[in-house]
């Protein structure tokens, strides 16, 4: 199926910088959705965006909805270890369709 | 509020036997439940999407006798995989639908590990 081009898909940083990761894709979007995977666990919701220019935080997390529609972002601020995980973006054609996955962008978290 | 559980968490069963894998919506109704596979390091992979009532729409590629969903209730769907053989070991995880104001989100389960020995 499709897949969102996520960037990037890995990320090496000290505790307490931010980190910026983002994803694109061909096709118009109406839900941009950012998940967090841990290890073994399924993904946890972080932020759900639904309307063109929207932006959301969630504690240290802060994404946007691209105002293209073919684009979002998310960042962190002040990385703590317990931020490593992998990311995904997650996005939506239309209301009821399913869910297009980013490849996932890998962060770890130096202490 | 919108947990989904799933369960068992992990499961190891020998090859030819079938293993069912329950998703429940703890706090919420989910007319809409979806099941994905994950192999390790990429990213999930939808298998088939499950309506409460009705047959459940399976992915390209997605053998809809090996793996068997039901969703008889608004908070209950199940995936069976039948006459597991070790290709069939991966991570399994449910999501389901919720929309409140139009607006859809999905959430995940915990996942499910199955190894078929």
């Known amino acids: 199926g499709q897949q969102l081009n996520q960037s990037p898909q890995s990320m090496f940083i000290q505790e307490g910088e931010d980190v910026s990761m983002n994803c694109t894709s061909s096709s118009i979007f109406n839900t941009w959705l950012w998940y967090k995977q841990d290890p073994g666990e399924g993904p946890v919701l972080l932020i759900a965006?639904?309307?063109?220019?929207e932006l959301t935080s969630n504690g240290r997390l802060t994404a946007q909805f691209g105002i293209t529609r073919k684009d979002s972002f998310l960042n962190i601020s002040a990385s703590i270890p317990s931020d490593v995980g992998i990311y995904f973006c997650?996005?939506?054609?239309?209301?009821?369709?399913?869910?297009?996955f980013g490849e996932g962008t890998q962060l770890t978290v130096n202490p | 509020g919108a947990v989904v559980s799933q369960h068992p968490s992990w499961v190891i069963c020998k090859s030819g036997t079938s293993v069912k894998i329950e998703c429940r919506s703890l706090d919420f109704q989910a007319t809409t439940m979806f099941w994905y596979r994950q192999f390790p390091k990429q990213s999930l992979m939808l298998m088939a999407t499950s309506n409460e009532g009705s047959k459940a729409t399976y992915e390209q590629g997605v053998e809809k006798d090996k793996f068997l969903i039901n969703h008889a209730s608004l908070t209950l769907s199940t995936l069976t995989v039948t006459s597991a053989h070790p290709e069939d070991s991966s991570f399994y995880i449910c999501?389901?639908?919720?929309?409140?104001?139009?607006?859809?989100?999905?959430?995940f389960g915990p996942g499910t590990r199955l190894l078929v020995l």
């Open positions: 999501s389901a639908s919720a929309t409140s104001v139009l607006r859809e989100t999905q959430y």
């Open positions: 965006l639904y309307k063109a220019g």
């Open positions: 997650a996005g939506r054609e239309t209301s009821g369709s399913r869910l297009t």
